[in-house]
Antibody, heavy 117, light 109 residues
Framework: VQLVESGGGLVQPGGSLRLSCVAS????????MHWVRQAPGKGLEWVSC????????GYADSVKGRFTISRDNAQETLYLQMNSLRADDTALYYC???????????WGQGTLVTVSS | EIVLTQSPGTLSLSPGERATLSCRAS???????LAWYQQKFGQAPRLLIY???SRATGIPDRFSGSGSGTDFTLTISRLEPEDFAVYYC??????????FGQGTKLEIK
C-alpha cells in the first residue's frame, strides 16, 4: 500500500488549495478514505471522510462549509479542496486508508499546508 | 462528539520496563471501535491496535490493548528502544467525527 500526497504549500489567508493523494497497492475503489491533519507540534485531527462510491461524506466542524473531499476511483486518487483558508488550517495533511473494520490502517507521509500572509 | 482523554501526558520509563497508557472516553465507545497509533518524530502515525485488542499486521506481541465502554489501556510489556514515541488513541464509531486523544509521549528515563 502506498499513499502519496501532493498539493501543499504556502497560501495567504482566504486563499485556496487542492490536495491530491495517489493510491496504489490496494483496490482503491473498495475502501473509505480519510484526511487527517496535524498542526505543528500538536496532535492528530480527523478532517474528512468519503465512502467508496462518494455517497456518504463527513467533515469535522472546523472545516465544514470550507473544505470539499472527493475521489476519482478510475485514477485511484483522493482530493481535498480547501477554500477560505485560515491560519489555524496550517498543518501537515495526511491521506489515510480505512481498514476492514474502520480503523485507519495506512497513512501517507503528508503534505504541508501553511496559511500565512 | 466523543472526547478522548489520554493519561499521563508524558511517561518516563527505561528500556525493559512495562508501560501502561490510558485512554478515557466521554461516552461509551460502541462496538469496541477503539484504536491505538504510534508516531515517531518526523514520521506518519502507524496503526498498532484496532478493535480495542487486535494487533495490526506486523506489530510485536509486547503491545496489547484492553478495556471496554469508556476506559481503555495500551500496555507495552517490555520496552524496547524503538518504542519511545507518541501514542494516540482514537475512536471510529459508525459515524463521524472520528476523534483522537491528545497523545501520550513515552520518553526514555
Amino acid at each position: 500500500v502506498q499513499l502519496v500526497e501532493s498539493g501543499g504549500g504556502l497560501v495567504q489567508p482566504g486563499g485556496s488549495l487542492r490536495l491530491s493523494c495517489v493510491a496504489s497497492g490496494f483496490t482503491f475503489a473498495g475502501y473509505w478514505m480519510h484526511w487527517v491533519r496535524q498542526a505543528p507540534g500538536k496532535g492528530l485531527e480527523w478532517v474528512s471522510c468519503i465512502t467508496p462510491d462518494a455517497g456518504t461524506i463527513g467533515y469535522a466542524d472546523s472545516v465544514k462549509g470550507r473544505f470539499t473531499i472527493s475521489r476519482d476511483n478510475a485514477q485511484e486518487t483522493l482530493y481535498l479542496q480547501m477554500n477560505s483558508l485560515r491560519a489555524d488550517d496550517t498543518a501537515l495533511y495526511y491521506c489515510v486508508k480505512d481498514g476492514s473494520h474502520g480503523e485507519f490502517d495506512y497513512w501517507g507521509q503528508g503534505t504541508l499546508v501553511t496559511v500565512s500572509s | 462528539e466523543i472526547v478522548l482523554t489520554q493519561s499521563p501526558g508524558t511517561l518516563s520509563l527505561s528500556p525493559g520496563e512495562r508501560a501502561t497508557l490510558s485512554c478515557r472516553a466521554s461516552q461509551s465507545v460502541s462496538s469496541s471501535y477503539l484504536a491505538w497509533y504510534q508516531q515517531k518524530f518526523g514520521q506518519a502515525p502507524r496503526l498498532l491496535i484496532y478493535g480495542v485488542s487486535s494487533r495490526a499486521t506486523g506489530i510485536p506481541d509486547r503491545f496489547s490493548g484492553s478495556g471496554s465502554g469508556t476506559d481503555f489501556t495500551l500496555t507495552i510489556s517490555r520496552l524496547e528502544p524503538e518504542d519511545f514515541a507518541v501514542y494516540y488513541c482514537q475512536q471510529y464509531t459508525t459515524s463521524p467525527p472520528y476523534t483522537f486523544g491528545q497523545g501520550t509521549k513515552l520518553e526514555i528515563k
